[in-house]
C-alpha cells in the first residue's frame, strides 16, 4: 500500500494537464500513487492522462461524466489506497521533494494533517507570492493562502473514512475550505495532530481560464456556492453532534453565512462589475437563506445577525446607484 495517495483532478487543461503529472511521476520519492480523475474533459487532456497511467504503474486514470470538482475528488477518495491523501488541480504542480518531505513529516501515527508552503504564480504578470503556515497551527488565525487552500494539505484517508468527510458537490466556491473544516474539528484537534512544513511544496498556477480567476463572474451562483458549503456542513455538525462545537459558530456560520457572501456582494458592488439587477437578486436570495439559517442555527446570536441584516442593507442602498 503506498504511503501517500494524490488525487489530480482535470477538466480541459490540456494546456497544463502535463506539467502536473510529470511533476507527480518524477518525484524523488516514489512511495505514492497518483489517482487521475477526469471530470469529462472533451479537450483531449484525458488523452494525455491516459498515455501517463498506460507508461506508470503508480498512476491510475478514471473517466466520469462531468459532475464539478467537489464529485471528482470524492471518486478519488474513494479510489485511493494511501494512508494519506492530497489533492493537486490539473493546471498547478508540485515541487520534486513533495513526497519525500511528507513522509518525514508523517512518521509519528499521532500526526493527522501536515500543512506546507504555496507558491501563488500569476501567469500572466509573472508575479509570485510566496506563502508559508505559521509554527503552530491554529485554523483561526493562519494567512487566508494557507488556511483555504486544498492542495497545501495531506490528510489522514482512515479519518476521512471513518467520518464520511466529503467535499459539497453541489458547491462551486470555497469547497477546499468546507473540507478542511470538517477534517480539522474531527482530526486537527489538539493541534500537535498537524505537523507544519514551512516548505513551498505546492504550486498554484493562476491564469485566466483558471476556476479563481472567474468563481466571482456569476454573482448568484458564488453566493448559491457559499450556502451550498452551509448546508453540507451543518449537516456533518449535526451527524457527529458536533453543533455546539466553537468552530461551528466561529467559522460555519461566521465566515461561510457572514464574511465570505457579505465580501462577494460588498467587492462587486465597490467594483461595479455587476448590474444593479443581477445585484438586487443576490441579495434577496441571500436574504432568504440568512432567514433559514438564522432561525435555524441557534447557535448564531443576535448581534451577528443584525449586522449582517445592516450590511445587507447598506449594499441595498448603494446597488441604486447602479445602472
Given at each position: 500500500?503506498?504511503?501517500?495517495?494524490?488525487?489530480?483532478?482535470?477538466?480541459?487543461?490540456?494546456?497544463?494537464?502535463?506539467?502536473?503529472?510529470?511533476?507527480?511521476?518524477?518525484?524523488?520519492?516514489?512511495?505514492?500513487?497518483?489517482?487521475i480523475i477526469d471530470d469529462g474533459s472533451i479537450d483531449g487532456s484525458g488523452e494525455i492522462c491516459r498515455k501517463y497511467a498506460s507508461l506508470y504503474k503508480n498512476?491510475?486514470?478514471?473517466?466520469?461524466?462531468?459532475?464539478?470538482?467537489?464529485?471528482?475528488r470524492n471518486y478519488g477518495i474513494n479510489k485511493s489506497l494511501g494512508e494519506f491523501i492530497g489533492f493537486?488541480?490539473?493546471?498547478?504542480?508540485?515541487?520534486?521533494?513533495?513526497?519525500?518531505?511528507?513522509?518525514?513529516n508523517i512518521i509519528d501515527d499521532s500526526i493527522n494533517m501536515v500543512c506546507?508552503?504555496?507558491?501563488?504564480?500569476?501567469?500572466?504578470?509573472?508575479?509570485?507570492?510566496?506563502?508559508?503556515?505559521?509554527?503552530?497551527f491554529n485554523l483561526l488565525i493562519q494567512n487566508s493562502n494557507i488556511r483555504n487552500c486544498g492542495g497545501n494539505k495531506i490528510f489522514r484517508r482512515s479519518i476521512?473514512?471513518?467520518?464520511?468527510?466529503?467535499?459539497?458537490?453541489?458547491?462551486?466556491?470555497a469547497e477546499d475550505y468546507a473540507f478542511i473544516v470538517m477534517f480539522y474539528v474531527v482530526g486537527g484537534i489538539p493541534s500537535e495532530s498537524i505537523k507544519i512544513n514551512q516548505h513551498h511544496l505546492y504550486n498554484y498556477w493562476r491564469h485566466k481560464s483558471s476556476k479563481m480567476s472567474n468563481i466571482h463572474?456569476?454573482?448568484?451562483?458564488?453566493?448559491?456556492?457559499?450556502?451550498?458549503?452551509?448546508?453540507?456542513?451543518?449537516?456533518?455538525?449535526?451527524?457527529?453532534?458536533?453543533?455546539k462545537h466553537g468552530i461551528f459558530n466561529n467559522i460555519v456560520i461566521n465566515h461561510f453565512l457572514y464574511t465570505l457572501p457579505i465580501g462577494v456582494i460588498g467587492k462587486k458592488i465597490l467594483k461595479n462589475k455587476f448590474s444593479k439587477r443581477e445585484i438586487n437578486d443576490a441579495i434577496n436570495f441571500y436574504q432568504s437563506k440568512l432567514?433559514?439559517?438564522?432561525?435555524?442555527?441557534?447557535?448564531?446570536?443576535?448581534?451577528?445577525?443584525?449586522?449582517?441584516?445592516?450590511?445587507?442593507?447598506?449594499?441595498?442602498?448603494?446597488?441604486?446607484g447602479i445602472k
Open positions: 500500500m503506498p504511503k501517500i495517495s494524490l488525487v489530480m483532478t482535470v477538466y480541459n487543461q490540456k494546456y497544463f494537464v502535463k506539467r502536473c503529472i510529470e511533476s507527480v511521476v518524477l518525484q524523488i520519492d516514489q512511495d505514492f500513487e497518483l489517482i498512476v491510475n486514470y478514471f473517466y466520469i461524466s462531468n459532475s464539478g470538482v467537489s464529485a471528482a493537486i488541480d490539473g493546471d498547478d504542480y508540485i515541487e520534486a521533494d513533495y513526497v519525500l518531505e511528507m513522509k518525514k506546507f508552503g504555496v507558491n501563488k504564480i500569476f501567469a500572466e504578470s509573472g508575479k509570485l507570492v510566496r506563502c508559508k503556515p505559521s509554527r503552530y476521512i473514512n471513518k467520518y464520511n468527510i466529503q467535499f459539497p458537490i453541489k458547491s462551486s466556491f463572474k456569476n454573482l448568484f451562483s458564488t453566493i448559491n456556492s457559499c450556502m451550498e458549503n452551509i448546508e453540507h456542513l451543518i449537516e456533518f455538525f449535526k451527524k457527529n453532534h458536533l453543533v432567514a433559514k439559517y438564522g432561525s435555524s442555527c441557534r447557535v448564531i446570536n443576535k448581534v451577528l445577525i443584525f449586522k449582517i441584516k445592516l450590511l445587507v442593507y447598506i449594499f441595498s442602498l448603494i446597488s441604486f
